[in-house]
């Protein structure tokens, strides 16, 4: 069966720390990957997300993630975390529902980031 | 630009009383749309989703329905609500084929 875990529930960095989100997937053919960011009360926004290609994505806000497939990976990160960046992030692997592309996103239970000044 | 509207934002019902959460996207035609429910310290769980109108799938058996009565309007309905429906519920649109989905900004349901 096709799961995402985010093993780190809460990560705090200082301001201008770099920042690693890991994320692991379990899907048995090529994964579609996303992630995306929540603040508090909110929906949820894409960050970035992984198709095919280059296994370095870019993203918005200075957000990169990178696909390994032999690690079953797909981790996020940020060379220098603003205070803004706080919320949570959640990973999710897209799994086709039927012909036509994905539609169902299996998502992580979250990692909470905190920044502290 | 497409946009995705949910409300209301807040709702406190109580047991046994009935829901109607209604969300609507703009500036695109025939879109996918999805309900999907938080709960605290989770991530989502896929309820529903709809490729046309009248057109429900389900993920999980529940408590719950949906109706798709116009191209770019999504219901999520209750008889009766249950303690357990208590939760953050989202809607989110795609276009179909291998393009991400986009939420809106979540309805926090409050069950007493």
């Known amino acids: 069966a096709q799961s995402v875990t985010q093993p780190d529930i809460h990560i705090t960095v200082s301001e201008g720390a770099s920042l690693e989100l890991r994320c692991n997937y379990s899907y048995g053919a090529t994964p579609y990957l996303f992630w995306y960011v929540q603040s508090p009360g909110q929906g949820l926004q894409l960050l970035l997300k992984y198709f095919s290609g280059d296994t370095l994505v870019q993203g918005i806000k200075g957000f990169e993630a990178e696909f390994k497939r032999s690690q079953s990976s797909f981790n996020l990160r940020k060379p220098s975390v603003h205070w803004s960046d706080a919320a949570e992030y959640f990973c999710a692997v897209g799994v086709p529902m039927f012909s036509g592309g994905y539609n169902k996103l299996i998502f992580g239970a979250g990692t909470r980031l905190a920044v502290h000044p | 630009s497409q946009t995705i509207h949910q409300w209301p934002a807040t709702l406190v019902q109580p047991v046994g009383s009935p829901l109607s959460l209604e969300c609507t996207v703009e500036?695109?035609?025939?879109?996918?749309l999805y309900w999907y429910r938080q709960a605290a310290g989770r991530g989502l769980q896929l309820l529903f989703y709809s490729v046309g109108i009248g057109q429900i799938s389900s993920e999980v058996p529940q408590n719950l329905s949906a109706s798709r009565p116009q191209d770019r309007q999504f219901i999520l309905s209750s008889k009766k609500l249950l303690l357990s429906d208590s939760g953050f519920y989202l809607c989110?649109?795609?276009?179909?084929?291998?393009?991400?989905?986009?939420f809106g900004d979540g309805t926090r349901l409050s069950i007493l």
């Open positions: 500036g695109t035609s025939n879109p996918n």
């Open positions: 989110a649109w795609s276009v179909s084929g291998n393009q991400p989905q986009h």
